[in-house]
């Protein structure tokens, strides 16, 4: 196995949520054994195939088993309950990533970032022809005055915390993702998005993921909802997100 040589500072560990991904779940943890972790944590929840019997197989792996479909967010939060490493790095077991892709966010977070987001900017259209989804998460971003993350989000993986994000917002917060970025952000930790994983292309169609307005959409808007909700709980003030002007208006309706 060709290792990653990746001089970390401080102890890391992945959390790896599945739901039936037999196919390649163990080609996720191939990877992720390239990396120096002290522990890799697999929740798998909800799963009828063979996905639990090859995480069985598989030594130096802690599992968590839920036979209930509880969903990945809350499989992330389980996770990090379950290892005391200072840096976290969050996978799913459908989408196999290069080690080599991976150690980037591991990388920043050992180096002082709090939260390292997958930059997924340049991949998107422009604001004109974005789906919801991404407009929502650049919504928010830009509500707690970080437009310079564009739309990228701790709903996407690869990313990386660090404990001591984790020990802030709770771990339950990982649950909603959004609301769990905008507490960071509201707390003043570092959130940066130092890499770029294309999970866009690679990313597993399904019957809950596809078309406008679908499921995991309308899943997903609503966590953003509820992140600026929990906003203006604690004192959030839209003034404090830039107003756009009427030529930037026009730039972004007229974008090819």
């Known amino acids: 196995m060709n290792i990653i040589p990746l001089a970390l500072n401080k102890p890391a560990a992945a959390v790896v ?36 019997t090859q995480v069985l197989e598989q030594p130096g792996i802690t599992l968590v088993y839920e036979p209930d479909r509880a969903g990945h ?3 992330r939060a389980l ?7 200072e840096t976290l790095l969050f996978v799913d077991g459908d ?3 290069p080690a080599e892709q991976l150690a980037p966010f591991l990388y920043a977070v050992d180096r002082g970032d709090d939260v390292a987001l997958n930059n997924l900017s340049s991949l ?15 919504y928010l971003n830009r509500v707690l005055n970080r437009s310079d993350l564009g739309s990228n989000s701790l709903t996407a993986v690869p990313h990386a915390l660090s404990r001591r994000m984790i020990q802030i917002v709770k771990p339950e917060a990982l649950a909603v993702p959004p609301k769990a970025q ?12 130092p890499s770029q994983v294309d999970v866009i292309r690679s990313n597993r169609l399904r019957s809950t993921n596809m078309g406008s307005g679908n499921e995991v959409a309308r899943l997903i808007i609503g966590d953003h909802l509820e992140a600026i909700a929990t906003w203006l709980d604690m004192g959030g003030n839209t003034s404090q997100a830039r107003s756009i002007s009427r030529a930037e208006v026009a730039n972004r309706r007229n974008a090819r």
């Open 17 to 52: 949520c599945a739901c039936n991904e037999e196919l390649t779940l163990g080609q996720v943890l191939v990877q992720l054994k390239r990396l120096p972790l002290t522990d890799i944590v697999v929740v798998l929840n909800g799963t009828t195939d063979n996905s639990l």
């Open 73 to 75: 967010d809350v499989g």
């Open 79 to 85: 996770g990090a309950k379950m290892t005391e490493a």
């Open 95 to 97: 989408m196999v990533v």
């Open 124 to 138: 998107l259209p422009p604001f004109a022809r974005q789906d919801e989804v991404s407009r929502i998460k650049a």
């Open 182 to 193: 905008s507490l960071a952000i509201q707390h003043g930790l570092k959130v940066t998005a």
